[in-house]
């Protein structure tokens, strides 16, 4: 029954999924010939992430082409042999997108726990034999599936609420007792799908575990950065999984969970190529040499005294070559490195990774001094050049006045107009104030270096100027997802609106987004403060940015980068997925009204909300991927200018724009007071 039988979709649809899968299969292409043609790239890692691509082109062309074909060709009829068939290959390349991501943290475990027998435990016929080994259970998963469904003689109703054959939808068309299949279908699951994520959460326990142990900052950083796009893409795959399993289990209706779906079919294998492109340098420097057409990569060689013990850190730990030697006054193993040889330590305690930062600093490293008792840090800000300073004054000047004026204005007309005292409009005039307090914490700032020629930030000026950022961040994150759920309750349950909405409901919301902002402001400031501040005392932005200011630490920040993505996938992922949940319900109610005028109506009221919520985390995105893809973070400040300046400036006007009720408030306000 595909995702809608709206004919006015159709095109959109269509579009939709053809450039998904266009780019789903060019970014998993890219891979493939990346870790193909470049020699450097010739490890076990990448031999599993190469594999892995191949699963997701597999998995995604299960599905998206007859799709495709199905909105083209105006029929959706897909015979019993080929639903068999379309299912058989689904869960083959699921189970083995699973199994492979055990594998991978498998490796990463034996890198970081076992770096001096990494390459005798992971040769390339034990590899081979993982990727088998996935293989054949990939193999045997999808044939018991298959099994099952064969064990249905008839069916009650052909029609499949969803756009490809999904086993559980086959299982409730049966008319025959489908008890024991269930059951049957609930353990396979339970096996293929517990025993990946048992190893997964193993081996990163063994991996946090081991570097946690790692004295050295350097080391461990290294060391955890190894795992960063493999964790993602894990969290991306099973977070999917997981939220397709929620949707069937909490929507009545299985033709509401097919959206859902969309996500792990479509999404996850979209997603995967530039989730490890852009977080890896490897993956980047291949792909630019298969650009460039240089087939014969530069040998890099280690030479002492230009620095280069900071480029001893650029291997992965994986990529050591150890050969018995004997040397003088001590025998063992030595490492490879280009064309020169690093003796091993002997019975010092440490780890392998640990032993590089040694060696680094023993070359290029002065312990620096701390400096966290008296401390002063200088914003670099947007530019240097002196020319621009007035410019960049009138601009930041300007916009600060626009959005200062426009937030002033609806609540002021909200205040002011007893039409308005409604929920929405309650939530609309708590979102300006924390619209006004986001953008009061950093552009007087930069209007007021700019105009004593002086950056200099107190170390307590910092912390305060970064928890009020975090506290009106998060605020503004809550307040959009506690909107989101008053247009749910308003389209889903209109007659019980006014009892659900009450009041006392919104004061509690508010309150509770209020101490949820708290919470996560506080968190971020006790995480810094716990910080020790050396000798470079610059930070490349306009204001005291917390991922800027790990940066600058002197101490071990393993521990802190840790909690610091903690901390942004629960305030975070909490917000998104409320805003996701309740648009979800509202999309599916809408679709149930039968008037065009209807739907008009019931979607028009979320326009605004809409607008301003991809504006906030569109622009949260994109400052995210520009500090990924860039390597200069003062880009990452320009970036952030648009979110953290720009969002709150433009709120007011979508508002005032796209909405009547306000418009005509801010008139009969205006005429008032002239």
């Not at 269930?182 to 946090?208: E, H, Q, W």
């Not at 001590?330 to 060696?359: K, L, V």
């Not at 001094?369 to 914003?379: I, M, S």
């Not at 996701?580 to 005028?597: D, P, T």
């Amino acid at each position: 029954m595909g995702l809608s039988d709206d004919l006015e979709l159709q095109p959109l649809l269509f579009g939709l999924f053809l450039s998904m899968y266009l780019v789903t299969m060019l970014g998993n292409m890219l891979i493939i010939l990346a870790v193909s043609s470049d020699s450097h790239l010739h490890t076990p890692m990448y031999f599993f992430l190469s594999n892995l691509s191949l699963a997701d082109i597999g998995f995604i062309s299960t599905t998206v082409p007859k799709m495709i074909v199905d909105i083209q060709t105006h029929s959706r009829v897909i015979s019993y042999g080929g639903c068999l068939t379309q299912m058989s290959f689904l869960i083959l390349f699921g189970c083995m997108d699973g199994m492979l991501l055990t594998v991978m943290a498998y490796d990463r475990f034996v890198a970081i726990c076992h770096p001096l027998h990494y390459s005798v435990i992971m040769n390339p016929c034990r590899c081979r034999f993982l990727v088998l080994m996935s293989f054949f259970i990939s193999f045997l998963d999808s044939q018991l599936h298959n099994l099952i469904v064969l064990q249905l003689t008839c069916f009650k109703d052909v029609k499949i609420s969803n756009f490809f054959c999904d086993p559980s939808q086959l299982l409730n068309l049966g008319c025959s007792d489908t008890f024991m299949n269930n059951i049957v279908m609930y353990f396979i699951g339970t096996i293929s799908g517990f025993l990946p994520i048992s190893g997964i959460l193993f081996s990163y326990y063994k991996i946090v575990s081991s570097i946690l142990r790692v004295s050295s900052i350097g080391g461990k950083d290294k060391a955890f950065s190894t795992c960063g796009s493999h964790l993602t893409v894990v969290c991306l795959f099973y977070g999917t999984a997981i939220g397709v399993y929620l949707a069937s289990s909490l929507l009545p209706s299985p033709r509401k969970d097919v959206v859902a779906s969309v996500m792990y079919t479509v999404v996850s294998p979209m997603l995967n190529p530039f989730i490890y492109s852009l977080r890896n340098r490897d993956i980047k420097s291949a792909l630019w040499r298969l650009h460039t057409l240089r087939t014969e990569p530069q040998p890099q060689h280690y030479q002492a005294g230009e620095g280069s013990g900071s480029q001893l850190l650029d291997h992965d730990p994986a990529e050591i070559q150890h050969k018995p030697v004997s040397a003088k006054g001590n025998s063992g193993w030595r490492r490879n490195y280009g064309d020169h040889w690093f003796p091993h330590y002997q019975g010092c305690g440490m780890t392998e990774i640990a032993r590089w930062e040694s060696i680094r600093r023993c070359l290029c490293y002065v312990e620096p001094e701390n400096l966290t008792g008296a401390l002063e840090f200088f914003l670099l800000g947007i530019s240097d050049d002196p020319e621009l300073q007035p410019l960049i004054f009138s601009l930041f000047l300007s916009m600060y006045l626009v959005t200062m004026l426009g937030n002033l204005l609806i609540i002021l007309a909200i205040c002011s107009d007893s039409h308005l005292y409604t929920p929405m409009y309650f939530f609309l005039s708590n979102l300006s104030i924390a619209d006004i307090g986001f953008i009061s914490t950093t552009v007087p700032k930069v209007i007021l270096d700019i105009q004593s020629h002086s950056r200099v930030i107190s170390y307590a000026a910092c912390l305060i100027q970064l928890s009020f950022f975090n506290f009106y961040g998060c605020l503004d994150s809550a307040l959009l997802t506690v909107m989101a759920y008053d247009r749910f309750v308003a389209i889903c349950y209109p007659l019980h609106y006014s009892v659900i909405m009450n009041p006392h409901c919104c004061s509690l919301l508010l309150l509770v987004s209020v101490l949820f902002s708290i919470l996560d402001s506080q968190l971020h400031c006790l995480m810094i403060s716990q910080l020790s501040f050396c000798t470079n005392m610059e930070i490349p932005h306009f204001f005291c940015d917390p991922p800027q200011l790990l940066k600058l630490a002197c101490n071990d920040i393993s521990t802190n980068k840790i909690l610091a993505y903690c901390i942004g996938a629960i305030f975070g992922g909490i917000p998104i997925s409320g805003i996701f949940f309740s648009y979800y319900k509202i999309v599916s109610s809408i679709l149930r009204i039968s008037s065009s005028g209807g739907k008009y109506k019931a979607f028009s009221t979320c326009g605004s909300h809409l607008l301003v919520v991809s504006l906030y985390y569109g622009t949260a995105v994109g400052i995210y991927l520009s500090s990924v893809v860039s390597h200069f973070s003062r880009n990452v400040a320009g970036a952030s200018v648009v979110y953290a300046v720009i969002t709150p400036m433009l709120n007011p006007f979508i508002y005032s724009l796209r909405n009547r009720d306000i418009k005509r408030a801010l008139q009969r306000f205006l005429h008032r007071t002239a």
